[in-house]
């Protein structure tokens, strides 16, 4: 029994890495991603404060996930997490005011953090203490791993630095497009290509073309079902007039 919960707790941090990297494979939280991925000590100051609000606003929304009325469980999801994001400010404004002010808005802005409430919403408000902490520690991890890959590539592109330190004196003329906005997408653009490729994620298939496919084989496999519809509308028609 012990041996089946620690697969489940190891596989709940693991599949937010890789599989279900919520920047990479899930396609949230984007807008941190892009806005502060231009310097690696940007990425783990924001790294370590969504980790942090994560974490614990995943184990407390779990704790009292049987006390909150369904109706209004989603503001009691944002109370509980902008708890959390304003101590994360408050330490952050007190010991380390130069990433504060560098992050600026961005802290604020975890309260609405589509991982964070949607990890709330979706897996903490719904399983044990033991599997909300598990999944937060992995969606943490996968959003810093993300984070730092982009944020790297930028720095180093961009700045010919690495966490602030020059790589060297010559040897390359850095690209100051990929420390502005058009770089991140660029950036975050071909990471995504790599990882679809990796996964061999499936092109997504269109409304349209999947409604034209099912009728197609509807046509092929059901001729003399069609032919009756069509007979018992046309009598039907008859009768009218």
């Not at 949230?28 to 980790?51: E, K, Q, Y």
């Not at 995504?192 to 496919?213: C, I, Q, S």
């Amino acid at each position: 029994m012990r041996k089946g919960r620690g697969l489940s707790f190891a596989r709940e941090i693991t599949k937010g890495v890789i599989r279900d990297n919520p920047v990479l494979v899930l396609l949230i939280g984007l807008c941190p991603t892009l806005a502060v991925t231009s310097r690696i000590t940007d990425a783990v100051g924001m790294s370590a404060a969504a980790a942090f609000v994560l974490v614990s606003s995943n184990v407390i929304v779990s704790l009292i996930k049987g006390v909150i009325p369904r109706k209004i469980r989603i503001p009691c999801y944002i109370v509980v997490i902008a708890t959390f994001v304003t101590l994360v400010q408050m330490v952050m404004a007190a010991y380390f005011p130069d990433l504060n002010e560098s992050l600026g808005i961005f802290i604020p802005l975890i309260v609405v953090n589509c991982i964070i409430l949607g990890r709330a919403e979706a897996f903490a408000g719904k399983n044990g203490v033991l599997a909300s902490l598990a999944d937060g520690i992995g969606m943490s991890v996968g959003f810093t791993a993300a984070l730092l890959l982009i944020s790297s590539i930028r720095e180093v592109l961009g700045s010919w630095s690495l966490a602030g330190m020059p790589i060297s004196e010559t040897g390359f003329a850095p690209m100051a497009v990929m420390i502005m906005a058009p770089g991140a997408f660029i950036v975050v653009a071909v990471i995504l290509g790599m990882m679809n490729r990796l996964l061999k994620t499936p092109p997504p298939v269109h409304a349209d073309a999947l409604a034209n496919r099912e009728i197609s084989l509807f046509l092929a496999a059901k001729p003399e079902a069609l032919k009756a519809a069509g007979k018992q509308e046309a009598s039907g028609a008859g009768e009218e007039a």
